[in-house]
């Protein structure tokens, strides 16, 4: 499978395009945001809900 043969040069231009397309303010932002997703869809996975979610009581 050649797809995934990738080498140092080729990894080098895709994130200079990354980079070209969304700025160095916006690239720590996304990552975040996906690491929120990620960790978000691993609990989901696990079976492990939001403590916050699921409360149909007001806490006093």
Not at 30 to 39: F, L, S
Not at 49 to 57: C, I, L, V, Y
């Amino acid at each position: 499978m050649q797809l995934l043969n990738i080498g140092m040069q080729e990894i080098l231009i895709i994130a200079l395009i990354v980079l070209l397309l969304f700025g160095g303010k916006k690239i720590p932002e996304m990552m975040k945001g996906m690491g929120k997703g990620v960790k978000s869809f691993k609990d989901g996975m696990n079976g492990i809900e939001d403590p916050k979610e699921g409360r149909d009581t007001p806490k006093e």
